[in-house]
T-cell receptor
Framework: AQSVAQPEDQVNVAEGNPLTVKCTYS??????LFWYVQYPNRGLQFLLK??????LVKGSYGFEAEFNKSQTSFHLKKPSALVSDSALYFC????????????FGSGTRLQVQP | DAGVIQSPRHEVTEMGQEVTLRCKPI?????LFWYRQTMMRGLELLIY????????DSGMPEDRFSAKMPNASFSTLKIQPSEPRDSAVYFC?????????????FGPGTRLTVL
């Protein structure tokens, strides 16, 4: 069975500083990996995905994520955090078989302080 | 495109009542997913459809839950009878296989409270 771990319930960072939100996964075979963001009382918004190819994936709003196969990680990063980045971030995985369901992590709340 | 549309956005009902949640996927998308979000269990898949056909309903909690997709532009999730433990945010998402590995796009959710 596939699974996703987000080890930090909350990440605090000062505005302008780089941020990292951690994600590790477990899946049979090659993974498809996703990051979503959820603002209060809103649905999940897609940020980026890794399918294959370059290990560094660039996404929306200046976010990027680095796929590391040996460490089974897919950490979300941004060089300079904004207060408006404060939200709940979810990592998700799907295996390469035909089943299209996403397995989500528990979420990490990012708090960016002015 | 208007994105995935869900209604109602909020629903408060009493235990034992029937609840129907509605979803309109993005036009042209051939996959539709229903997820449930709770503090205890996080985000979990309930069921998904491909071309209006249910493919995987292994996440549906019990017989009280049922989902239908009568056409490509409409789906319902019904709970009958509802129980307080069904209180959660229910999300609908849709995706298209066109162009490679599909990305799921989520609706705003329906917050269900069962008293």
């Amino acid at each position: 069975a596939q699974s996703v771990a987000q080890p930090e319930d909350q990440v605090n960072v000062a505005e302008g500083n780089p941020l990292t939100v951690k994600c590790t996964y477990s899946v049979s075979g090659n993974p498809y990996l996703f990051w979503y963001v959820q603002y209060p009382n809103r649905g999940l918004q897609f940020l980026l995905k890794y399918i294959t190819g370059d290990n560094l994936v660039k996404g929306s709003y200046g976010f990027e994520a680095e796929f590391n196969k040996s460490q089974t990680s897919f950490h979300l990063k941004k060089p300079s955090a904004l207060v408006s980045d404060s939200a709940l971030y979810f990592c998700a995985v799907r295996d390469f078989t035909g089943r299209r369901a996403l397995t989500f992590g528990s979420g990490t709340r990012l708090q960016v302080q002015p | 495109d208007a994105g995935v549309i869900q209604s109602p956005r909020h629903e408060v009902t009493e235990m034992g009542q029937e609840v129907t949640l509605r979803c309109k996927p993005i036009s042209g998308h051939d996959y539709l997913f229903w997820y449930r979000q709770t503090m205890m269990r996080g985000l979990e898949l309930l069921i998904y459809f491909n071309n209006n056909v249910p493919i995987d309903d292994s996440g549906m909690p019990e017989d009280r839950f049922s989902a239908k997709m009568p056409n490509a532009s409409f789906s319902t999730l019904k709970i009958q009878p509802s129980e307080p433990r069904d209180s959660a945010v229910y999300f609908c998402a849709s995706s298209s296989r066109t162009g490679g590995v599909d990305t799921q796009y989520f609706g705003p959710g329906t917050r269900l409270t069962v008293l």
